[in-house]
């Protein structure tokens, strides 16, 4: 998948997970603005970049994410 085909923002919930944190926890920490990576606020939702969590995982570009999976 081209990096293009990614999304660019995902819901705090779905980042959390990836993070290893619940639902109310990743809430918590958004509303406190203690999320471990960049969250916008957009009216009365949180989103998540991508690149943010990405980044916090150590991957720097998509190519790099794929050789790391491919073993």
Known sequence: MAEAEYPAVIGVVAAGK???MGR???YRLAKTERF???VLRIGSRYAVPVR???ALL???DTHECR???KG
Request: glycine share 16%; hydrophobic share 30%.
């Open 18 to 20: 990836l993070l290893g």
């Open 24 to 26: 109310t926890k990743a």
């Open 36 to 38: 471990p990576c960049p």
């Open 52 to 54: 943010g969590v990405r």
């Open 58 to 60: 150590g991957y720097r």
């Open 67 to 69: 050789e790391h999976w």
